[in-house]
C-alpha cells in the first residue's frame, strides 16, 4: 500500500560569508539560525524522512549557485527523493537543477506567469519531476471561483506571489486544474494565513484542492505537530505533509511522527 | 561525453550507465559507487562491450526517452545478447519491454520499446490519483539474485504507467496501488531486468539492490 508521506522542508539561506544556512522564524520574524543544510538533510534521512523539500529563499544568482552545490552534496550521500524550488523560471533552470540531483522541481512564480513554463519541463523531462507550488490565501469577498465554508462564511482561495505580499486575483483551484492539465506531476499547498502559526493545516484549502484534481498532494504550511499530520491526511486526503520548524527544533523527531501515525492506522513507511 | 570515476580501489564490477540525455544521473552513480561498482556515464556505445554491466536510466516520458535513445537500440539488444546483465530503472524499465500506451496518447504511431522482455506498459485507471508517487512495499514473487534481502521493503516509485509483461512469470516483484502491478520484472536468461521503482532514491532498500547488481555483474 502506499504510504503518507512525511516531509522535512529546508528552506536554504547564505550566511554573512556566503555560506548555505538554514534560518527558521516564526511568522516571517525572529530568524533564527538552526544548521547547515547538508547536515541537517543527513540527519533526517537517519530518522526516516521519506523526501526532502529545499526552498532557495535567497532569489538571487548567489543563492542559486549555493543551492546546486547543496543539492549535490545532498545527492552525494542521501538516497531519497530531493525536491527544490525558488527562482525556478526556464526549463534551463529545471534541467540545471536536475543535473545537480534533483529529482524534482518546485515553481511558484515562474509557472504563474508564464504557464507554458509546466508544459515545457514535463514535456523535456516528466510531469513527474514538475512540481507546482501554490502560496493559497483566503479571501471572504465575492471575486472567487469556487467557495467552501469556512466558519459559516464563503471563502475562496487566491494564488498569491512573493510569499503572500502581492495578489494575483487567480482561484488557486482553476490554478491547480490549469497545472495539471498543463503537465504537473505533484501540488505543493502552502497557506499565508497558516504560515509559522502551528495551528494546523489549511484543512479546508487542502481538502479542495485534493478532491479538484488526480495529482497528488503535499500540504504545508501550519503543522504543529503530529495530530495535525494525522488530520491533513485522513480529514483532507493530502498524500504527503510537509513540515519545518517542529522537526528544526527538535519539537518532534520524524520518527515519532510516524508512530503517531501508525498507531492510528496511517500507513507510513517505518 | 565520457566521465569516468575510479573512486574505489577494490571495484567489485565496472557499470556503464547510458548516457542518453535525460534527467538525474547522479543519485544512480553514487549509489553505484557505494556499492563498490567504477561507474562510467556514456553514450559511447564500445564502453558496452567491455563493461561488466548496462545501466538503462530513465525518468520522463516513453516517446522521448526511446527516441533519445534509439541511436543506441542495436549496441543496447547486442548486450542482451551476449548475455551481460542489463538493468533497466524506471523507463528504463518500461522501456525493455514492446510498446507503451503512452506513446499512442497524442495520436501519433507507436514507439517500439526494445522488445527484451516482451509486454506493454498500460495507464493506471481513471479516477486514481496519478504519477503513483512515493514509498510503497515490494512483494517478492520468485527468486532472482537483484531481489535478495528486500522482500517486504518499501521503494520510492514515481510513475503513471505500468509493465504488463506477456509472461506472467516475468514478474519477480508486485506491487499494490489499488491493484498489483509487476514492480520488478526480469526476462527468462535472467541478465535483462529492471525495476519500476528509483533503487537510488529507496534509501537503504534501494542501496541492497544496486548492491546485488554489482554483485550480479562481479559474477558475469
Known sequence: ????RIIPCIDVDLDEDGNPAVYTGVNFEDLKYTGDPVEMAKAYNESGADEFVFLDITASAEGRETMLDVVERVADEVFI???VGGGIR??????????AGADKVSITTGALERPELINEGATAFGNQ???ISVDARRRFDGEGEHYVEIDGESCWFECTKKGGREGTGIDVLEWAQEAERRGAGELFVNSIDKDGTKDGYDLPLTKAVCETVDTPVIASSGCGGPEDMYDVFTEAGADAGLAASIFHFDEYSIEETKEYLDERDVPVRL | MSTLSTSSEQSLA???IVDYGLGNLRSVTRGLERADADVEITDDPAAFADADGVVLPGVGAFREGVENADPLREDLLEVAERGTPLFGICLGMQMLLTTSEEGENDGESAVQGLDLIPGTNVRFAEGQK??????NELDVQRDHPLVEGVDGQYAYFVHSYYAVPDDENAAVAMTDYEREFPSIVANEDGNVFGTQFHPEKSGETGLQILRNFVEICSRE
Do not use: A, F, Q
Open chain 2, 14 to 16: 565496472s557499470v556503464v
Open chain 1, 1 to 4: 500500500m502506499l504510504t503518507k
Open chain 2, 130 to 135: 496519478v504519477p503513483h508517487m512515493g514509498w
Open chain 1, 81 to 83: 527523493p530531493l525536491t
Open chain 1, 129 to 131: 519531476c514538475i512540481v
Open chain 1, 90 to 99: 526556464t526549463t534551463d533552470d529545471i534541467k540545471e537543477t536536475l543535473r
